[in-house]
């Protein structure tokens, strides 16, 4: 399986033009045996539910800009699944939570193509189970939020399957 990535020209480390690519994520130098792994990438979502209806934000860029998606995004450096929901949170909507807030729901293998760059992902996602609707604020890289009753969200319209995954289990799981 091919990883898609614009083949690196110089090494990182002799400078020389000689990495060759040794399987989907690896290259390594010919000159200097360095060795250059693209891993996968990790990303944290919020499953915001308030009763029985679930916060979905739509994307204001690309990949999918106009679909729907759940809040979060991708895991910083040095950060864990749970600090980094919590600033895309609070980043994307103004909502400030806590890590006793969240609960892990599971995790979804997906891809994101970025700048011509397909990226594997890991994408992990927590309940965040709310007793009102909180007043939130579509920011950043969200064009606008809806709240959408969990018998009735717009599957046709997500834009990972990775969310597609997730919510159908959530439904299935759900009472």
């Not at 909507?93 to 397909?118: H, K, P, W």
């Amino acid at each position: 399986m091919s990883i898609h990535l614009p083949t690196p020209r110089f090494c990182p480390q002799c400078g020389q033009t000689s990495l060759k690519q040794r399987d989907a994520k690896q290259w390594a130098c010919q000159q200097c045996q360095f060795s250059y792994f693209h891993n996968m990438a990790s990303t944290a979502g919020a499953l915001i539910i308030v009763e029985q209806e679930l916060l979905l934000v739509e994307r204001a860029i690309n990949p999918k800009k106009g679909c729907w998606d759940l809040p979060g995004g991708f895991v910083e450096y040095h950060e864990s699944l749970e600090q980094g929901l919590q600033r895309e949170l609070e980043e994307e909507l103004d909502l400030l939570i806590t890590s006793q807030q969240l609960q892990y729901f599971g995790s979804y293998a997906n891809q994101y193509r970025y700048n011509e760059v397909l990226y594997h992902t890991c994408d992990a996602f927590f309940i965040c189970q709310l007793s009102h609707k909180p007043n939130l604020h579509a920011k950043d890289d969200v064009a606008s939020l809806q709240w959408h009753p969990l018998k009735k969200l717009p599957f046709n319209n997500i834009a990972f399957s990775s969310v597609n995954q997730g919510l159908n289990d959530l439904v299935k799981n759900r009472p």
